[in-house]
């Protein structure tokens, strides 16, 4: 039977639950309004730009103008203008139009609990980008392409990052899924790039088994192959026990790395095989594969005996 401490601890749960959506909602919304300015801005400076309407001068006066008209009002330096431009540009191109032709993208797709269909996520393309028509009162009528709305998975911040670091098409969509599968800020995003995730994630996996392959058919898209782990700050030479202190004093920053996906378990967790017993050095649990992922440590060349099927 219920206490009603238990009944009024579910509604405070539920009243919470109310309110994050909503929050999400309106983060989402926000997110929207700024990824359209920046679209429709981009779109009337490009267009007057291709027509030698306006220059280079003209650009930074109109970044001057706006900050005159409202001193509180961010992010439309002449740097962030010429972004918006190469945003427009980009997704709005014929190029791109040909490539999701030649590509047959289907429809985009999203599970009931937010993750990216994996099937999507392997080619590191949306199945097909739906666009939404724009309601734009510029100047002169100015026609601009619709807006993909695949690119609201992420942040515009995030979207400059992506094109100034990425130079083709099949990269760039990637870092937008994986920043909406990862729920990437914009530090975490900037060491995405660094760190070069794109190939680690969709490279080839020749370091997985046989086994792991046929019983976690997802397991190529959610595992890295390569991790970059300059934050431990350990010297040349360090003895695996090092290593092991150095990822569990820097937990936040592996996790980050490895994937959000996982979560810490335990370290040296006893595991018992017939008369043996074993330790393992970290171990996980991934919540989009649901199992345990057991980590070894070894600081010397990798040996194939370490891998068992």
Not at 206 to 226: A, C, F, I, R, W
Request: charged share 25%.
């Amino acid at each position: 039977m219920k206490t009603t401490e238990t009944i009024a601890t579910q509604e405070f749960q539920h009243i919470h639950e109310i309110i994050s959506f909503r929050r999400s909602r309106a983060l989402q919304t926000v997110n929207h309004e700024n990824l359209l300015s920046a679209w429709e801005v981009g779109a009337f400076v490009s267009e007057r730009l291709k027509n030698s309407a306006w220059g280079s001068k003209t650009v930074m006066q109109l970044s001057e103008y706006l900050r005159t008209q409202d001193p509180t009002l961010r992010g439309y330096s002449r740097a962030n203008i010429y972004k918006m431009v190469l945003f427009y540009d980009t997704y709005s191109s014929k190029h791109f139009a040909e490539y999701q032709e030649r590509l047959n993208l289907g429809k985009f797709v999203q599970t009931p609990s937010g993750q990216i269909e994996e099937a999507v996520f392997v080619s590191a393309v949306p199945r097909r980008i739906q666009t939404a028509e724009i309601v734009s009162a510029l100047p002169r009528q100015l026609e601009i392409a619709q807006f993909p709305m695949f690119l609201t998975l992420t942040t515009l911040s995030n979207h400059f990052e992506i094109l100034n670091a990425c130079k083709f098409i099949e990269e760039r969509i990637f870092y937008i899924l994986y920043a909406h599968k990862e729920n990437l800020n914009y530090r975490e995003m900037l060491r995405c790039l660094k760190n070069n995730t794109y190939t680690s994630v969709l490279g080839d996996k020749h370091n997985l088994s046989k086994g792991m392959k046929e019983v976690y058919l997802q397991v190529v898209p959610m595992l890295k192959d390569t991790l970059q782990v300059g934050f431990l700050d350990l010297p040349k030479k360090h003895s695996e026990k090092r290593l092991q202190n150095s990822i569990l004093d820097n937990m936040k920053d592996f996790v980050l790395e490895l994937g959000k996906d996982f979560l810490f378990v335990d370290k040296e967790y006893t595991l018992q095989v017939g008369n043996s017993t074993f330790k393992i050095d970290l171990l996980f649990y991934h919540r989009g594969l649901l199992c345990l992922v057991a980590i070894e440590l070894k600081t010397g060349k990798f040996k194939p005996e370490y891998i068992y099927s």
